[in-house]
């Protein structure tokens, strides 16, 4: 960004006017040629009005150089503009003029003379006397250097970010001034900007020079701003970005919307936006780009550990560090009736050291982006990093003897080898909810559904979605519901307890039908429940676990003891791996599946081994006639329904199945 300066000057007022010319032609050779400042010329003759072409010309500079040798109204004018928007003046005399005939009773007025050269009002500005018109070249080499000299001074003024704050200062007043000019002073909106700018300046002095704060929405302009003055100073800058956090909200489109280049970025992904195809897609694109021009980094929030952020009540994880001492976060502000993400910097040497440790221990669990090709290209770094979706062949087959990590994980692993995992939940509670509806409908009896390994509750809670919408307006008219009764049953305590939290977090106040209870529903069930009889009995990928192993008898006798809850009319509803009979078929359905899970869901083809290893259980599913023909056998009249897998690859073994029994057996 190149400082341009003011010149300020009267030839038809000059005492010497080519001493005048002279003075200012090689005041814009230095300026040019020594520093590469830019000159604007008052005397410019496409500037149309002497009111305009002033200010225009004062607002655009950012100091100025006067020469007041002959203390000329216009000249004074403009030093007195530039001096109240605190521009840095530097004066050109030329002590003739006080022997001129012309002028030597207009300074006896003024009381100026070699002794006193500058009026009272500007003795506190320095000035530079130039030769007269006749000098050598030497006298005005001399003047060159001395005048290169004092703008060297000078220059310290220029850093770029004060040149960007001048220029957005003046932007301001200027555009102030033109709306002023142009509106009626009966304008209310007058009033609103000027109370806007007062707002704006007692915030700035408020900060005393170490703290602003602005509205989130303009951290994009500034940092554009900055950027385009700066192209070394943001190379300093390290930044956080959580994208699970309103403020960022910027990443949202397909583009970067920054295009800086700084030192780092780290951004931090929510789940959420792993886990979306579409998103991963639109972030690799912006995580490649930014890439071109500094590294870029990402760690899954759900990895990091509890971190006090170092600016108080910050909204979300972000924070910019730069260098040597500048920190910034987002926090909110009360904005009218609410409150809005500002964006707050501060300059303080604790809180930057702070910073740097808060910063440091996010991107130690962070991984590398920048060369990211594709969505899917981005999930497999993630996965790779973070370990989701690896099976540990350490693991026990039974669930519940199973490490923390795992079902504190289960929600991220799941979703690797699980096509479409969410869609199945959801398939399987809107089959409960159309078999319990026509329950009602027929019956009109109190409905009980029975929830066969509960795991981390994602079912449970989709069937009390819709199980509270039916249930909620009878009981507070009458004090009793529609809904009797909805155990959820899981061997493992862990599993349990994260569904307990589940259901917590959108029902503070558990629905009074609800139960959780530890067992297998196949084998020890709860003791407390064992005589009643169910309408539904559900589950999504927990009956390829009951089957595990079992010859054709034993199937049978899983399914027997699964209908034996049930009350006649009742029904089974599962989610599993169901694949087709014909074995051909089914090597389709599952190469189908395993496909899906190295090219969709990102899993390593070692990966991907692994867990058909240690899950034989899956793999050796019966498909959803075989369980039929296995029904058949204690109950004739056994019904079979089959659903291919919403969201799953076509083909593939993925299916919500449910067996009616009209009769069940005693």
Known sequence: MSVRVFLSYSLTKSHDVAATRAAVERARTVLSRDFGWEAIDAMDPDLVSIATKVRAALLDADCVIADVSASTPNVMFEVGFAKALGYPVLLLLNFDAFDSPRFRDYFAVLGQSEARPTPADLGDIEYLVYPSGDAGDDEWRRWEGELARRLALLRAHFTPEVLLLRRGARGVHGAALDFLERNRPSNPILGFLGGHLAASAEALADGAGTVFVTLGQHYVDSMKAFAQVTPDGLRTVRAVADLGASPESIWDGTDDPLDLEIRERVFILPTALLVDPRATERLARIFHDQGRRHPVLVVHGDALPPLVHPVPGALGRDVLVMEPDLVAAYVPRRLGVRDEPHLLVRRERDLHADATAYYDAIRDRAFAVHDVES?????????????????????????????????????????????????????????????????????????????????????????????????????????????????????????????????????????????????????????????????????????????????????????????????????????????????????????????????????????????????????????YEELLDAAHGFAADATLHVEEGRGAPGGSPWRVVTLGFPTVPV
């Open 375 to 623: 969505g899917i290209d981005l999930v497999r770094r993630w996965l790779a990093a973070s370990g989701i979706g690896r099976w540990r062949p350490s693991w026990p087959r039974q669930v519940e003897n199973r490490p923390p990590e795992y079902f504190r994980e289960y929600d991220l692993h799941v979703r690797c080898w699980i096509p479409a995992y969410e869609h199945l939940v959801c398939q399987v509670a809107e089959s409960v909810s159309r078999l319990l509806l026509d329950r009602l409908l027929a019956t009109g009896e109190p409905v009980r559904v029975l929830e066969a390994g509960v795991g981390t509750g994602a079912l449970t809670v989709e069937l009390l979605r819709w199980l509270q919408r039916i249930d909620a307006p009878r009981r507070a008219a009458a004090g009793d519901g529609v809904v009797e009764r909805l155990v959820a049953v899981d061997p493992a305590l862990p599993m349990l307890e994260r569904a307990r939290g589940r259901v917590a977090a959108e029902w503070p106040d558990a629905p009074p039908y609800l139960a959780f209870a530890p067992g297998r529903v196949h084998e020890f069930f709860p003791p407390a429940f064992d005589r009643l009889r169910f309408d539904v009995v559900c589950g999504s990928l927990v009956l390829h676990e009951m089957l595990d192993g079992r010859d054709d008898a034993g199937v049978a006798a899983v399914l027997r003891a699964l209908a034996r809850r049930l009350r006649p009319g009742g029904a089974l509803v599962f989610a599993d791996c169901f694949p087709a009979r014909i074995a051909a078929t089914r090597a389709e359905e599952l190469a189908t599946w395993t496909t899906w899970m190295t090219d969709v869901a990102g899993l390593a083809p070692a990966a991907v081994e692994a867990f058909l290893a240690g899950n034989p259980e899956i793999v050796a599913m019966r498909g």
